[in-house]
């Protein structure tokens, strides 16, 4: 019971992010979201953190050393990826973040916005894609080619840490049907990113907007 509201309390606040991330990057007009699109983003975030946290689980479960080593890659990777982004850009530091604070303060509070984004990216797609060289911090541009990198990576890794579980799997699964756990889960992840697909090609409130779709751009 207590995992469920766990989870529920997660998915919904990853639906607040995402609404408010569409309302930052398109605050020039009056955004309104239909309940379609309020469905979309629960059922996408659902499936997504939802296997995310299992396949996680399950891999530990049966290789508990690696799994720390998988968590660290994958936090630093989307740690310093905001920074060499901004560092190949040469972009000016960022000093317009607030007045009073000093360097090494931007550089903290910087740093802390990039943990949080690595934290969020370790289970999900972020609603919010982190800018530095952006005076908002935030990039306003829709990258479907970076999305689509995200999704089938993180499908090709969760794929991956589950035939590892499969192979490695001990006698606590002897009453587990592996194989349709293994086939539920990898469907359950690809009806997360089915029900992204429909948010953004049918129910997304700033959809006209977009210089191409997301199938075009696929």
Not at 40 to 53: H, L, P
Request: aromatic share 20%; with cysteine; proline share 3%.
């Amino acid at each position: 019971i207590f995992m469920v509201l766990s989870l529920l309390s997660i998915v919904y606040g990853a639906l607040r992010c995402n609404i408010l991330a569409i309302k930052i990057k398109y605050d020039d007009y009056d955004i309104r979201v239909k309940p379609a699109a309020y469905l979309c983003i629960f059922m996408w975030r659902s499936f997504e953190i939802a296997t995310r946290v299992t396949v996680l689980v399950l891999f530990g479960s049966v290789v508990r050393i690696w799994v720390f080593l998988i968590v660290l890659l994958n936090f630093l990777g989307f740690f310093f990826y905001p920074w060499i982004i901004f560092w190949l850009s040469k972009s000016p530091f960022p000093e317009n973040i607030e007045k009073e604070l000093s360097r090494v303060g931007t550089t903290i509070v910087l740093c802390l916005l990039t943990f949080l984004y690595a934290g969020i990216n370790m289970f999900c797609w972020s609603a919010a894609q982190v800018e530095l060289s952006d005076p908002d911090l935030i990039s306003k541009s829709q990258n479907w080619y970076q999305m689509t990198v995200y999704y089938i990576v993180r499908l090709m890794e969760n794929a991956f840490l589950l035939l590892m579980w499969y192979i490695y799997r001990t006698d606590f699964y002897l009453y587990v049907c592996a194989p349709m756990l293994f086939l539920q889960l990898l469907i359950g992840y690809c009806m997360g990113i089915f029900f992204m697909l429909v948010f953004y090609q049918f129910c997304h409130p700033c959809k006209k907007l977009f210089s191409s779709s997301i199938t075009e751009a696929l």
